[in-house]
Nanobody, 124 residues
Framework: QVQLVESGGGLVQAGGSLRLSCAAS????????MGWYRQAPGNERELVAS???????TYAESVKGRFTIWIDHDKNTVYLEMNSLKPEDTGVYYC??????????????????WGQGTQVTVSS
C-alpha cells in the first residue's frame, strides 16, 4: 500500500512564503512523477506544479516565478516552495504521485495516488 502524507500548510499573510512537503511511503518501485494540485471551495482541482523523474517541471501560469517544485528521490519526498503568496493561492493543496508499486513480489502496478490535502490560507 502506498500512502502520501502532506505537511506544511497553514495561514500566511499575502507576500509571505510557505513550504509544503509530501512524503510517499510503501512498496514503491519507481516514481514517474509527483505534483501538487489545489482546490478552492466551489472550484475544480487544478494543477499547480509537477515534476517528473527526469526533473522536468510544469507550473501553472499563475504561479510561475513564485513557486518552485523539487523532488528528493532518496526520500520519496516532493516539495513545493511558495513565495510571494497571494489570496488567490488559498485552497486545499493535494499531493499526487504516479508510480510503479510492488505490492507483491511477483507483481508491479502503475497507478496514481493522492494525499489527504493540506490547507493553505493567504490573508490580505
Amino acid at each position: 500500500q502506498v500512502q502520501l502524507v502532506e505537511s506544511g500548510g497553514g495561514l500566511v499573510q499575502a507576500g509571505g512564503s510557505l513550504r509544503l512537503s509530501c512524503a510517499a511511503s510503501g512498496s514503491i518501485f519507481h516514481i514517474n512523477d509527483m505534483g501538487w494540485y489545489r482546490q478552492a471551495p466551489g472550484n475544480e482541482r487544478e494543477l499547480v506544479a509537477s515534476i517528473s523523474s527526469d526533473y522536468s517541471t510544469t507550473y501553472a501560469e499563475s504561479v510561475k516565478g513564485r513557486f518552485t517544485i523539487w523532488i528528493d528521490h532518496d526520500k520519496n519526498t516532493v516539495y513545493l516552495e511558495m513565495n510571494s503568496l497571494k489570496p488567490e493561492d488559498t485552497g486545499v493543496y493535494y499531493c499526487k504521485a504516479n508510480l510503479f508499486s510492488a505490492p507483491l513480489e511477483s507483481g508491479i502496478l502503475e497507478d496514481d495516488y493522492w494525499g489527504q490535502g493540506t490547507q493553505v490560507t493567504v490573508s490580505s
